[in-house]
C-alpha cells in the first residue's frame, strides 16, 4: 500500500513536471516555427534548403502536437480547484470541439442534467474531455454519418459522463493498451491523449468503464465519486 501511495505521488510529480515544461516550450515552439516560416519565404532558397526547412516545421508542428494533447488547457502552478457540478467545463469543452466535428462531418447530441458537487480541477478535466472527444470524433473519420453523444447525469453518489460515438471501436486487446504512453494507432497520434485521461480521472478518484465494439462504436463511461 506504501508503495502505490510513492508510485502515486511519483506520478504526480511527473505530470506536474511535465505540464511545466511543455508550458514553457510553447513559447520558443511558436518563435522558431515563425522564424522559419519567414525564412522559407525567401527567394534564394536552394530546393534542398527549402526541403530542410519544411522538414523543420512539420517536426515543429509535431511538437505542438504532443503539447497539446497532453496541456491545452493545463497551467501548471495555477491550480484551479473548485467545487462544482462539471457543467460549465462539459459546455465550454463541447463549445471549443464543434469545429473540429463540423470539418469531420460528426453530428454532436449533448445532455447535461446533474446536480451533485465534487472537488476537481478545472483546466484539467476540461483536458480530459477534449482528449476523449477528439479521440471520439477521430474514430469516426472517413464517414458522414458520424454521431458524438455526450451526456452527464448522476447516479448517487456519482456523477456519470457518457461519451459515445459510432466509430472503428476497438478489440479487447487494443481496450487493455488504453492509457500506456505512446499507444496510438493513428500515423500522426501521440498516445499521450489516453494517459492524460487517465492521469485526470485518478486525481478525482473516478473509474473509466469502456465498452466496443469493432466497426460499431465505443463507449467511454466516466465515473466520478462525489
Ligand atoms: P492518439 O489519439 O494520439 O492516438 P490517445 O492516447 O488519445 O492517442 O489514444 C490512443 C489510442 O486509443 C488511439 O490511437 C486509438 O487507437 C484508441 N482509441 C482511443 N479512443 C478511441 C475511440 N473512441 N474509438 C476507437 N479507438 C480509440
Ligand atoms: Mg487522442
Known amino acids: 500500500n506504501r508503495e502505490r501511495i510513492m508510485q502515486s505521488e511519483r506520478l504526480n510529480v511527473v505530470s506536474e513536471l511535465a505540464a511545466s515544461v511543455s508550458h514553457e516550450m510553447r513559447n520558443p515552439l511558436t ?31 509535431r511538437a505542438e502536437k504532443i503539447i497539446s494533447d497532453y496541456l491545452s488547457f493545463a497551467k501548471p502552478q495555477s491550480e484551479n480547484r473548485v467545487y462544482s457540478n462539471l457543467q460549465a467545463e462539459c459546455e465550454y469543452t463541447k463549445n471549443v470541439i464543434m469545429p473540429y466535428a463540423t470539418i469531420h462531418k460528426v453530428a454532436v447530441e449533448f445532455s447535461f442534467s446533474n446536480t451533485l458537487c465534487t472537488h476537481y480541477d478545472r483546466n484539467q478535466m476540461q483536458q480530459c474531455l477534449i482528449n476523449l472527444y477528439k479521440n ?46 505512446y499507444y496510438s494507432t493513428k500515423e500522426e497520434g501521440t498516445g499521450l491523449g489516453m494517459l492524460m485521461v487517465y492521469n485526470a480521472i485518478n486525481k478525482v478518484k473516478g473509474r473509466i468503464e469502456v465498452r466496443s465494439e469493432k466497426g460499431k462504436g465505443t463507449t467511454f463511461k466516466i465515473i466520478i465519486p462525489t
Open 136 to 181: 471520439a470524433i477521430e474514430a469516426m473519420q472517413g464517414r458522414d454519418d458520424g454521431v458524438l453523444s455526450i451526456e452527464i447525469t448522476e447516479s448517487k453518489p456519482n456523477i456519470v459522463i457518457t461519451i459515445r460515438d459510432t466509430g472503428i471501436g476497438m478489440t479487447k486487446e487494443e481496450i487493455s493498451r488504453l492509457g500506456k504512453p
Open 31 to 61: 518563435v522558431t516555427s515563425g522564424f522559419l516560416q519567414l525564412l522559407n519565404l525567401s527567394k534564394t532558397l536552394t530546393p534542398e534548403e527549402k526541403g530542410y526547412i519544411e522538414l523543420s516545421l512539420l517536426e515543429l508542428n
